[in-house]
């Protein structure tokens, strides 16, 4: 069974929106974005890279949004992003000029991520 990690950047008072960069996601009048950034040390830094290896990926649509709009431009920040599946839920999106993205409808959807198809010789299927 393939794990499912979470990573998500949220402040003491809930805040989970844009902690990239100011301009990142100013829906609904949000100004704050980049509030990440000051907070940058060591630990955090370490802890990015490990999460940064090449494994794939799976986003909410706003998130791919985000994401498809800025990495497959800056890849050499994050070596590999191009390369990986990236399982993209949503009800409204079906594409993508963004290789290797494969979007995905319901929780049922991610259910068969975590469980692949075995193959006729024995190996798992990642799609």
């Not at 290896?53 to 994050?78: C, M, S, V």
Request: without cysteine.
């Amino acid at each position: 069974m393939r794990k499912i990690i979470v990573l998500s950047f949220i402040t003491l008072d809930g805040v989970m929106q844009a902690p990239g960069a100011p301009e990142e996601d100013t829906s609904g009048g949000f100004k704050y974005g980049g509030w990440v950034a000051p907070y940058v040390e060591e630990v955090y830094g370490k802890a990015m890279k490990k999460r940064m290896e090449p494994a794939d990926l799976l986003l909410g649509r706003k998130t791919f949004e985000i994401f498809a709009d800025y990495w497959p431009q800056h890849a050499d920040n994050w070596p590999g992003i191009n390369d990986v599946t990236k399982y993209v839920l949503s009800r409204s999106m079906k594409k993508s000029d963004w290789e290797n993205s494969v979007f995905i409808k319901n929780l049922a959807d991610i259910k068969k991520l975590k469980n692949p198809p075995v193959g006729k010789d024995g190996s798992k299927s990642s799609h």
